[in-house]
């Protein structure tokens, strides 16, 4: 795995990051600084932290803490789903359907958390820090 843009996580999160941008330009004026960009930057947050995360990939618990920090934006961005459903800014059904997508995300989330070692080159040692 030569790049972490190769990783199927960082595709679907990117992908979800960009259907939000797409969905939340409907949102009302109003919501400009408040539910609008914390969706966009937490659901952008993802993508950022499995970049910063595979970078530090040498490191366990560094590795180990940025992919937590990106499982973390992910339940936010799930928070600012149930804001834009409460406030009808979305549908039911594209409620359900953001929300599969980002516990698929997180589900591999937690798989990197919990596996650090395979998403390592072979030719890098893991250096544990306790």
């Known amino acids: 795995m030569s ?3 190769n990783l199927t996580v960082y595709k679907k999160a990117f992908e979800q990051a960009m259907n939000i941008y ?3 330009k409907a949102f009302p004026e109003e919501e400009k600084w408040s539910l609008t960009s914390q969706i966009r930057r937490s659901s952008r947050s993802v993508c950022s932290n499995l970049g910063e995360g595979y ?3 040498l490191y366990e618990n560094h590795f180990i803490s940025k992919i937590s920090d990106a499982d973390m ?3 936010e961005t799930q928070v600012w789903f149930d ?3 409460a406030c009808n800014y979305i549908d039911k059904n594209k409620f359900k359907e953001l929300n599969l997508h980002s516990a698929e995300i997180g589900r591999l989330l937690n798989h990197m958390i919990l596996n650090p ?3 390592t080159s072979s030719n890098t040692t893991i250096i544990k820090k306790n």
């Open 83 to 85: 804001f834009a459903l």
């Open 22 to 24: 797409e969905i939340s």
């Open 117 to 119: 070692s395979k998403y």
């Open 73 to 75: 934006e992910n339940t």
């Open 3 to 5: 790049d972490f843009k």
């Open 55 to 57: 970078r530090k990939r």
